[in-house]
């Protein structure tokens, strides 16, 4: 029997443990039932012409990253928002890469000599919308054509 790919996406709202906000999660505010099996669904469709394993690697994968964006305390829920609303469709593994790509990226920039931040603040504003890590490219593109580091 061959398993026709149904895509299900949904878009909800998600408590953050420990915080009042909320984060605009894909597949939240349904039960974990639902929740199981829009992520198997979502595993077959991307995955199943792999086999079951690879079924089975990309449910346990999904859930492990769902629970670890649970766990994210609040000073990324801004980053873990923005991905979610680039990402949800791909999955929990997509979101919280975007996010730790994100997290990494704005702390990396934070520890930027001083003498950046014009060149930082010039690259938030043409493509912050897009993220810290897309800030850190625009950077270091920047010092790299420049001849400049970012020690």
Known sequence: MKIQPIVIFTLGVMLIPGTAQTVELYAAGKSDAEIRTEIVIRCQSQMGEFGTEAVDICVQAEHESREQLAEYP???FEIVRRCNKVMYRAGWNRIKLCSDKDIAARDALA????????????????????GHNEVKKCVDEKLAASGESTQ
């Open 111 to 130: 520890a930027y000599p001083q003498v950046h931040a014009e060149l930082i603040a010039t690259c938030q504003s043409q493509v912050g919308r897009y």
């Open 74 to 76: 609040d000073e990324y």
